[in-house]
């Protein structure tokens, strides 16, 4: 099966290559504890406060030791981001767009630390990293150029050409609570933060603990590129703590979790009658066509299945194979994914990293336990690889699965994906369109039009052409997000930088006014307006 690469160094970390006996790990890692120290001022906490250990799925040993913010740090932190917002929002966006456009070189200049970092704290595989970077520095650049156009004020017609001066303007919510996730260390502490300060918000982040030194290094490289102090508040701590502190104060909300904690932040946000964006889960599907060029498309379900270990919102976890191909793709796409190799290590050599934590990884053992004993095949894969890491499960394809097993229609956010047999387009679509997520989708076939097809008919808010997710991810100028328990809102394209603003209308009328002028019968009036009205249709009026 997979191989178990050995470890490398760049960055911040110290690799100490002495593994203590016993230990199926090849080694153990560390982070220098004055670099910790320096990134540790970046949080607001009290002196006192309580500590959580950050822990690394490389050795499941502790990585750094961080102190936790308490409700009083969190209220603290929205006193300070409230109180610099009015200033923050009066800069001109262009020179708040400079802060990002240096941001995007300082992010490419030092990717070493942040590829270390990433990989310490999520385990995955050093190139899954590499994609995080690329995102952030594509989201910087992106905004950094469209937001002054965006942001600009804009005329609209009026109700009468030449006396009514209509002008539409945006302003910022005020401060953004923001709640990210433990998978996507740098992309989701930064790139939902990049569009809500440029809108003229201050923000509270609140990452996960296990993504943590990922965003305080952010908020150091944002600092360095000129953001002023307070802008951005970090706030360190668990989900049902200081993350509910965060939500419950933000003007605007933006988290990116479960579904079910997603429904929770959603009613919260309604009661308080705030806006709220939500990207939550997929249960991704893959339709291969028969046309499909095999090679090509086992290479893509291969990095679409398995990037970050499955720890992906858009990963693919269901294949839909027509059947006239589904042999001959599965010889090309298995024996790719039995070369995969897993290692713990800080170079591009391993395939796929670990899972993050035991209990992602009693998740993904469940679920393909209960496949199997109720009559699954194990294709490739199916077993946890402890001679590698604690956390690590090989990549795992499975067919014959059945609506009794768990992982048919529930997420299981891991490096495993079920095979299924469809004897049509229109059965494959009805397969894909068959859950009530609705994030991202795949289809594969050499007729790009066939393709484009398919994938309109398809409910989801991303579906890639002939690849896997990376084209709609990485196509910042265009939208992403969910239908169905899949999320509301988008990020990236126009409306993941307008949402963090509320428009206004402001009406000049010049001459004279609507009412009914003095003098003049009502019924006359209207009569009048009425033929006012048709001949404006008639002229192509708006």
Not at 189 to 218: E, F, K
Not at 290 to 319: N, P, T
Not at 386 to 412: A, H, I, N
Request: aromatic letters at 6%; proline letters at 6%.
């Amino acid at each position: 099966m997979a191989t178990h690469v050995g470890e490398g160094f760049d960055g911040p970390a110290r690799h100490n290559p002495a593994a203590e006996p016993g230990q199926p790990t090849a080694g153990t890692f560390a982070l220098d504890p004055h670099w910790v120290e320096q990134l540790r001022r970046h949080a607001i906490c009290s002196p006192r406060a309580k500590t959580m250990d950050t822990i690394t799925p490389m050795t499941g040993r502790v990585l750094a030791r961080l102190p936790v913010s308490s409700a009083e740090d969190v209220e603290q932190a929205y006193r300070g981001a409230r109180a610099i917002q009015p200033a923050w929002a009066q800069l001109p966006v262009r020179l708040r767009a400079q802060i990002f456009s240096r941001l995007h070189d300082l992010l490419l200049d030092r990717q070493g630390e942040l590829l270390d970092l990433i990989q310490l704290e999520s385990g995955k595989a050093r190139y899954a990293a590499f994609e995080e970077v690329v995102d952030a520095a594509l989201v910087c650049r992106h905004y950094a150029r469209v937001a002054p156009k965006l942001l600009a004020p804009q005329r609209r017609a009026g109700v009468f050409p030449g006396l009514t001066r209509v002008e539409q303007v945006r302003h910022p919510h005020g401060v953004v609570g923001i709640v990210a996730p433990w998978n996507y260390p740098l992309s989701m502490a930064l790139t939902d933060a990049i569009p809500a300060l440029l809108a003229g918000n201050t923000v509270v982040l609140r990452p996960d603990p296990q993504a943590s030194l990922t965003a305080l290094l952010v908020a150091d490289l944002l600092a360095r590129a000129g953001l002023p102090s307070r802008v951005l508040q970090i706030v360190l701590g668990p989900g049902p703590t200081t993350g509910a502190a965060v939500l419950e104060h933000a003007d605007y909300v933006m988290f990116t979790g479960s579904t079910a904690t997603g429904r929770l932040v959603a009613r919260d946000a309604g009661a308080r009658l705030i806006g709220a964006s939500l990207e939550l889960g997929g249960k991704n599907p893959m339709y291969v066509a028969a046309d499909a060029d095999l090679d090509r498309a086992a290479e893509g379900a291969v990095r679409a299945c398995f990037s970050s270990a499955g720890q992906l919102c858009m990963s693919i976890e269901r294949l839909l194979l027509h059947e006239d191909i589904a042999d001959a793709f599965l010889e090309r796409f298995l024996t790719r994914v039995q070369s995969l190799g897993l290692g713990t290590n800080l170079t591009f050599e391993a395939d796929m990293g670990s899972l993050i934590s035991q209990a992602q990884l009693d998740r993904v053992e469940g679920q393909v336990r209960d496949a199997l004993e109720r009559g699954a095949v194990v294709l490739a894969g199916g077993r946890a690889r402890p001679d590698v890491g604690p956390w690590f499960y090989e990549p795992t394809v499975l067919t014959d699965v059945q609506e009794s097993m768990t992982l048919c229609r529930t997420e299981t956010f891991g490096p495993v994906v079920a095979v299924y047999r469809v004897g049509s387009d229109a059965e494959a679509i009805a397969r894909a369109n068959d859950t009530e997520y609705g994030l991202n989708a795949s289809v594969w076939t050499r007729d790009g039009a066939r393709g484009r097809r398919i994938a309109a008919a398809i409910r989801a808010g991303t579906v890639n052409v002939n690849e896997g997710y990376g084209a709609a991810y990485a196509s910042v100028d265009a939208p992403m997000g969910g239908m169905g328990v899949s999320g509301i809102g988008r990020r990236h394209g126009d409306e993941g930088l307008l949402k963090y603003t509320q428009v206004q209308t402001i009406a000049t009328q010049r001459g004279l006014g609507l009412g009914v002028p003095e003098g003049i019968p009502t019924e006359r009036f209207a009569a009048g307006m009425t033929g006012v009205l048709r001949v404006m249709k008639a002229l192509g009026g708006r």
